[in-house]
């Protein structure tokens, strides 16, 4: 699912909604995992792969003023629903917390590429998204590599030569 469920309401976070409680209904035993952005080699029209793909071709990248993102790396997700999937049944939010502003994230994809990147402010984004990951942090501790300092910046190195393809 995504951390943006109950953030914002259209309908497309309602149906999320909707098909997380319908599986919580019916399952004998679940996992319902609230993704933020995940980066990773992928072909879905991802938020960093969408970034990275108009840097590598030279376009201009549109940044909504006041938006902020969460990125989480695609092995991590597989490492902590692993580990999630041994516990009880539960709906999680696997995020570290840390909001970043979306032209940093676009400086970021920038640098793991070592090419420039061309910005545009756009319209103020409206909604507030701020990931409450504590639930996470006390199943993995504060020790987990998502909560380490650079870790967005790091895992946008890590994939940068398979993002924008």
Request: proline share 4%.
């Amino acid at each position: 699912s995504s951390c943006s469920v109950g953030l914002i309401d259209n309908p497309y976070y309602r149906h999320k909604a909707a098909m997380e409680e319908m599986v919580m209904r019916t399952a004998k035993r679940y996992l319902v995992c609230r993704l933020p952005q995940v980066v990773g080699m992928t072909r879905n029209a991802t938020l960093v792969n969408h970034v990275a793909k108009r840097i590598r071709s030279g376009e201009t990248v549109s940044v909504r003023a006041n938006a902020y993102r969460n990125l989480i790396g695609i092995d991590d997700v597989v490492r902590i629903t692993l580990r999630l999937s041994e516990l009880s049944s539960m709906r999680i939010q696997v995020t570290n917390g840390k909001m970043m502003p979306m032209e940093s994230i676009v400086n970021a994809v920038s640098d793991a590429l070592r090419l420039p990147a061309l910005i545009e402010s756009g319209a103020r984004e409206t909604a507030e998204n701020a990931y409450d990951g504590s639930d996470l942090k006390l199943l993995l501790g504060p020790y987990d590599p998502i909560y380490a300092e650079d870790y967005a910046a790091d895992i946008l190195v890590k994939y940068a030569d398979r993002l924008g393809f």
